[in-house]
């Protein structure tokens, strides 16, 4: 970016004040690019020249590019040759490639277009610039509707004005050569309304003129230009607003990816045994490390208490085998943690919730209900059959 600006200073001094010295600052300025296309070109591989999101820079990169060094390499050790080694004149007129020549140097102007990728990497003014552009797409209508308004007008002022309706007949000269015509009227309206009223300083002479030309200046500049500026700023505004959340989304999802990274890290270094589960015990003892707890608060942007409520949210009762080290301490089962399911709660506790994710909330709800049925059964027969045991005659 900052090589590009420099490059716009340097093409506006090459103009106003020219040397030698350029010459030799546009090969360095072409070195520079010339290297960066080719990193550029060697990192994305065949998507260089295919990838929509950047094929059209790329294009207009390498058109500028190539013909910089036709114009700055090329073009000079063609005419050493010519001259050196064929013994012929290279002058403008005698040489066989003033034409490509010319073509060059007007292809040098397409340089001005970096400035645009220079906009690009300034994301308000890319916003300004996507704005516009959008803009663009919308004032169609209202230029279909100008037109229609300046045809309209042309017509009624070459009848009325033109023609001498309102001179009975008898137009004064002046007028005649102004709205004399359709076309004439079109192009003297026009010129009206974007402010010059010099068109219609013979027909103001009178009352009726006049009244013709306050009509027509409510009718095109207050209203039509009220319209157009307000189709042109609502777009920029929904476009800018637009590209500000797409910018922001994208920001967002790197930052959840970093986050999510780092605490796939931290529970690695936790996870001893490498099976992607944390037990209670685990979870404890990396909340009570205070550097472990700082890194996993700052990951997470949860404070310890939300910590240990999200551990008893995510984590499932896990058997463990008696002969097990921690079956002493936690009986035949644990909590368990499968640090994955945090990371995935954490890359979408943000989002809001769609249909899907209410089904599926309603779904476990309905299997959670379904397991509390059964053991409710389960421990009820076990119970009535214990009844029904202590009841029978001799026990």
């Known amino acids: 970016?900052?090589?590009?600006?420099?490059?716009?200073?340097?093409?506006?001094?090459?103009?106003?004040?020219?040397?030698?010295?350029?010459?030799?600052?546009?090969?360095?300025?072409?070195?520079?690019?010339?290297?960066?296309?080719?990193?550029?070109?060697?990192?994305?591989?065949?998507?260089?020249?295919?990838?929509?999101?950047?094929?059209?820079?790329?294009?207009?990169?390498?058109?500028?590019?190539?013909?910089?060094?036709?114009?700055?390499?090329?073009?000079?050790?063609?005419?050493?040759?010519?001259?050196?080694?064929l013994g012929q004149e290279t002058g403008p007129k005698n040489s066989n490639l003033s034409n490509i020549t010319s073509l060059l140097?007007?292809?040098?102007?397409?340089?001005?277009?970096?400035?645009?990728?220079?906009?690009?990497?300034?994301?308000?003014?890319?916003?300004?610039?996507?704005?516009?552009?959008?803009?663009?797409?919308?004032?169609?209508?209202?230029?279909?509707?100008?037109?229609?308004?300046?045809?309209?007008?042309?017509?009624?002022?070459t009848s009325l004005v033109g023609k001498g309706l309102m001179y009975n007949g008898d137009p004064p000269e002046e007028v005649v050569d102004v709205f004399g015509s359709v076309p004439k009227s079109i192009f003297s309206l026009f010129k009206l309304m974007n402010g010059d009223t010099e068109v219609v300083e013979a027909v103001t002479q009178t009352v009726f003129g006049q009244l013709l030309f306050v009509c027509f200046m409510v009718l095109s500049n207050w209203a039509i230009l009220a319209i157009l500026t307000s189709v042109v700023s609502d777009n920029m505004i929904s476009v800018s607003a637009q590209a500000q959340e797409e910018d922001d989304a994208v920001e967002k999802a790197a930052e959840d990816e970093a986050r999510c990274a780092r605490l796939l890290t931290l529970f690695k270094e936790i996870d001893d045994d490498q099976s992607g589960e944390i037990s209670a015990e685990e979870w404890r003892d990396m909340l009570q490390d205070k550097g472990l707890l700082h890194e996993l608060c700052d990951a997470t942007r949860l404070k310890e208490r939300d910590l240990e409520e999200l551990f008893s949210y995510l984590a499932v009762d896990v058997a463990v085998d008696p002969s097990n080290r921690h079956s002493a301490r936690h009986g035949h089962s644990e909590k368990i943690l499968h640090y994955d399911a945090l990371i995935e709660h954490i890359r979408s506790d943000a989002e809001?919730?769609?249909?899907?994710?209410?089904?599926?909330?309603?779904?476990?709800?309905?299997?959670?209900?379904?397991?509390?049925?059964?053991?409710?059964?389960?421990?009820?027969e076990r119970k009535f059959q214990q009844f029904e045991a202590s009841a029978r005659p001799g026990n």
């Open 352 to 380: 809001p919730a769609d249909r899907r994710s209410v089904l599926r909330m309603l779904s476990r709800m309905q299997a959670l209900e379904l397991s509390i049925e059964k053991k409710v059964e389960a421990s009820l």
């Open 105 to 157: 140097k007007m292809m040098r102007i397409l340089r001005v277009l970096r400035l645009v990728k220079l906009l690009k990497t300034i994301k308000p003014l890319y916003r300004l610039m996507l704005g516009v552009v959008e803009s663009l797409k919308a004032m169609q209508w209202v230029m279909v509707l100008t037109l229609l308004m300046l045809y309209a007008a042309a017509i009624f002022w």
């Open 1 to 85: 970016s900052c090589v590009i600006a420099v490059n716009a200073v340097v093409m506006s001094l090459e103009l106003d004040y020219p040397g030698p010295v350029w010459t030799w600052v546009e090969n360095a300025f072409l070195v520079i690019y010339l290297t960066e296309l080719c990193i550029r070109a060697k990192r994305q591989g065949y998507m260089f020249f295919v990838s929509l999101d950047t094929i059209l820079w790329n294009y207009l990169d390498l058109v500028i590019i190539v013909g910089g060094v036709f114009d700055l390499w090329m073009q000079p050790l063609i005419h050493l040759f010519q001259s050196a080694v």
